[in-house]
């Protein structure tokens, strides 16, 4: 079975700084999918960004970003300008193209926004 | 607005009760699955089915139950309830298969916290 591995279990940045969560997997397969969710205190599980892994260039929505590596089986998350709303846990998610439907988990990243 | 919807949000059970968390979407996704969400362990599968009538183990799915009798509904029944059953629990869903556009990412309903004591 494929792992996610979030190395961080704790981060924090000052607002309107820019941090890097990070985020490495493990699979033989070279077609999937790679997300980051955001967990906010509500407890709705909310998408971020999520890349191909076909895809070369690196997933951008507005102040999200991911560096992809794919050789080095790698995906980190960074949001540049920090706000207090960026304050959650983030997970990292894998998903196969060709094995079905299920997803891996990592095992989070609670990130804290110091204004 | 379409999504998927869990209830209850919220219930406390006690050891050795039964009970059942519903699940809903109005997405027409074809896959639905269960997760249970604990402090330092990230999501752990428990069910998932890939369509009505089919439903297979993930991780974790010993005392618990499903079953898919429509697309729209997955229920997970929680047959004896256990302290160790103490968690949050999420449905989510999804379109079936591989390239699908931009639908290939999971849709979570809002969890329910369930505290067996």
């Known amino acids: 079975a494929q792992t996610v591995t979030q190395s961080q279990p704790e981060m924090s940045v000052q607002e309107a700084e820019t941090v890097t969560l990070s985020c490495t997997y493990d699979?033989?397969?070279?077609?999937?999918?790679l997300f980051w969710y955001k967990q906010p205190p509500s407890r709705q599980m909310i998408l971020v960004i999520r890349?191909?892994?076909?895809?070369?260039q690196n997933a951008t929505e507005n102040r999200f970003s991911v560096n992809f590596q794919k050789a080095a089986k790698s995906f980190s998350l960074k949001i540049s300008d920090s706000q207090l709303g960026d304050a959650a846990m983030y997970f990292c998610?894998?998903?196969?193209?060709?094995?079905?439907?299920?997803?891996?988990f990592g095992t989070g990243t609670s990130l804290t926004v110091i204004p | 607005n379409a999504g998927v919807t869990q209830t209850p949000k919220f219930q406390v059970l006690k050891t050795g009760q039964s009970m059942t968390l519903q699940c809903a979407q109005d997405m027409n996704h074809e896959y639905m699955s269960w997760y249970r969400q604990d402090p330092g362990m990230g999501l752990r599968l428990i069910h998932y089915?890939?369509?009505?009538?089919?439903?297979d183990q993930g991780e974790v799915p010993n005392g618990y139950n499903v079953s898919r009798s429509t697309t729209e509904d997955f229920p997970l029944r929680l047959l004896s309830a256990a302290p160790s059953q103490t968690s949050v629990y999420f449905c989510a869903s999804s379109r079936f298969g591989g390239r699908t556009g931009s639908d290939y990412g999971y849709t979570f309903g809002s969890g329910t916290r369930l505290t067996v004591v």
């Open positions: 998610a894998y998903r196969s193209a060709n094995t079905g439907n299920q997803f891996y």
């Open positions: 089915s890939v369509g009505a009538g089919i439903t």
């Open positions: 890349q191909e892994a076909y895809k070369q």
């Open positions: 699979t033989s397969e070279s077609d999937y999918y």
